[in-house]
């Protein structure tokens, strides 16, 4: 039973209809300067945040890349110093957006205690959702540190699971990590096509699973990595409903920033493979 979804109350709905007028939070981005593979520069970054802007995003979480190849490199003292001195560039630029800090961190045995440590940031500084990136091409079960990690009352989002080799075409490997309260992060790119066919197809798959899950940009740049959340909204409206296409892209990225329980999208079953199964609220999803 997963016990982290739940049906909108009559207060949480009325709020949900106020914030769903075409504004995102965008809970996976790489805006910050001089940093890891994002914007080099501050005008850089400032064209990403202008980008951010017109693509209707008013917070954005600012999460560079953490351990792997960044190891000990982006510890949280230096990513709180940067997101204070863009925001105050922005500021000075007259961008409206909000940035606040975050990390993309890469799946490693001593995340816990470098959380503890101060090392290693979750998202929006909140205590109580981390995003972690899998390795690019290995498998590795992190049902022990989801965990840990749920000791500390910290919940994971896993990171672009449907550009993994693996979990792309083996989705039904993450069904014992959202029963441990990890949560799916699909990036807004792939469901356009823009990191392949395999990425689109795992996306929409995963979109239609019934599982706990947001669209993030994970925007680098304002050329091939630019932020696209409304045009992957439309593209779920027009798919899957305006209710998904909210849920997805406005309530749970704004329930991250907020500190609060990521809901289930609603699932449909088109004709498919069966992989795995996820239950919740006495309902069925299929990947």
């Not at 230096?78 to 997101?83: A, G, N, S, T």
């Not at 909000?98 to 979750?122: H, M, Y």
Request: with cysteine; proline share 5%.
């Amino acid at each position: 039973m997963i016990t982290h979804s739940k049906k909108l109350n009559a207060q949480e709905q009325t709020k949900f209809s106020n914030v769903s007028r075409g504004q995102f939070v965008d809970i996976h981005c790489h805006c910050l300067p001089g940093i890891d593979d994002g914007p080099e520069t501050i005008d850089e970054s400032l064209a990403l945040c202008r980008a951010l802007v017109r693509d209707r995003i008013t917070t954005v979480i600012a999460t560079p890349h953490q351990l792997g190849r960044f190891n000990r490199e982006n510890n949280a003292s230096k990513i709180r110093e940067k997101v204070r001195s863009l925001n105050s560039e922005l500021r000075n630029n007259n961008i409206a957006l909000n940035v606040v800090a975050g990390g993309d961190v890469r799946i490693d045995e001593r995340i816990c205690q470098l959380i503890k440590d101060d090392e290693v940031l979750s998202l929006a500084d909140g205590r109580k959702y981390i995003l972690l990136e899998p390795p690019d091409r290995i498998y590795i079960d992190i049902e022990p540190l989801l965990s840990e990690l749920a000791d500390m009352g910290i919940k994971a989002i896993i990171s672009h699971p449907e550009r993994h080799p693996i979990l792309a075409v083996k989705p039904q490997l993450m069904v014992k990590w959202i029963e441990r309260q990890a949560s799916i992060q699909i990036t807004a790119g792939s469901l356009q096509g823009r990191f392949g066919p395999l990425a689109k197809k795992a996306s929409w798959q995963l979109l239609g699973s019934g599982a706990p899950l947001l669209v993030a940009t994970d925007s680098h740049n304002t050329g091939s990595r630019c932020p696209c959340m409304r045009a992957a909204f439309e593209l779920i409206r027009a798919k899957l409903g305006e209710r998904t296409a909210r849920l997805a892209c406005v309530e749970n990225p704004l329930r991250v920033l907020e500190g609060r329980d990521i809901l289930t999208v609603p699932s449909y079953q088109p004709k498919r493979v069966t992989y795995g199964t996820i239950q919740h609220n006495n309902r069925y999803s299929r990947f």
